[in-house]
T-cell receptor, first 111, second 114 residues
Framework: SQELEQSPQSLIVQEGKNLTINCTSSKTLYGLYWYKQKYGEGLIFLMMLQKGGEEKSHEKITAKLDEKKQQSSLHITASQPSHAGIYLCGADLQGAQKLVFGQGTRLTINP | DAGVIQSPRHEVTEMGQEVTLRCKPISGHNSLFWYRQTMMRGLELLIYFNNNVPIDDSGMPEDRFSAKMPNASFSTLKIQPSEPRDSAVYFC????????????FGPGTRLLVL
């Protein structure tokens, strides 16, 4: 969806390095969701952010929501091979249940 | 608790044939969503239901596509007749209004129309 832009489209990092993926909306965000997808599998829910300034962490993954910039970032600390996959952000742009998704960021972790 | 269940996982069919995809949402969830994922267009919402009632079908590409939810534990997405451009991965997701409306996805059905 052009309403939701992710960057970068792909990312290759060395194991142990930190990385950040961004998701920017062209409209007001009512809710922002991060998912991870492995090839041939469904989307695994990671985190949901609703309030400006909100920050959530799960293991080595931290997500933040900047309401003013209409942007969210996903940060992985000390990356591991298990972090490899496609990360998708999804957003509620209408205050309803409809989600639009970014094109995804393909993350590769080199040992 | 079992997650969202979809069947079949893979479907190969010939152009013009009818295709039926099936979904069983997570027990207790009252919203169900059908998505389509392609390389060109990414992940798109086709239709969603609340309490078995279709709420928004604006994402359904054309009349060849139809979806039903006869009860709280079952939904179908039908394509008739199928065309090669329908080849994609179709996902079903469900959510509960009591759990911050997070959508939980099934494993998907990979459809190839020859």
């Amino acid at each position: 969806s052009q309403e939701l832009e992710q960057s970068p489209q792909s990312l290759i990092v060395q194991e142990g390095k930190n990385l950040t993926i961004n998701c920017t909306s062209s409209k007001t965000l009512y809710g922002l969701y991060w998912y991870k997808q492995k090839y041939g599998e469904g989307l695994i829910f990671l985190m949901m952010l609703q309030k400006g300034g909100e920050e959530k962490s799960h293991e080595k993954i931290t997500a933040k929501l900047d309401e003013k910039k209409q942007q969210s970032s996903l940060h992985i600390t000390a990356s591991q091979p298990s972090h490899a996959g496609i990360y998708l952000c999804g957003a509620d742009l209408q205050g309803a249940q409809k989600l639009v998704f970014g094109q995804g960021t393909r993350l590769t972790i080199n040992p | 608790d079992a997650g969202v269940i979809q069947s079949p996982r893979h479907e190969v069919t010939e152009m013009g044939q009818e295709v039926t995809l099936r979904c069983k949402p997570i027990s207790g969830h009252n919203s169900l969503f059908w998505y389509r994922q392609t390389m060109m267009r990414g992940l798109e919402l086709l239709i969603y239901f609340n309490n078995n009632v279709p709420i928004d079908d604006s994402g359904m590409p054309e009349d060849r596509f139809s979806a039903k939810m006869p009860n709280a534990s079952f939904s179908t997405l039908k394509i008739q007749p199928s065309e090669p451009r329908d080849s994609a991965v179709y996902f079903c997701a469900s959510s509960s209004w009591t759990v911050q409306e997070t959508q939980y996805f099934g494993p998907g059905t990979r459809l190839l129309v020859l």
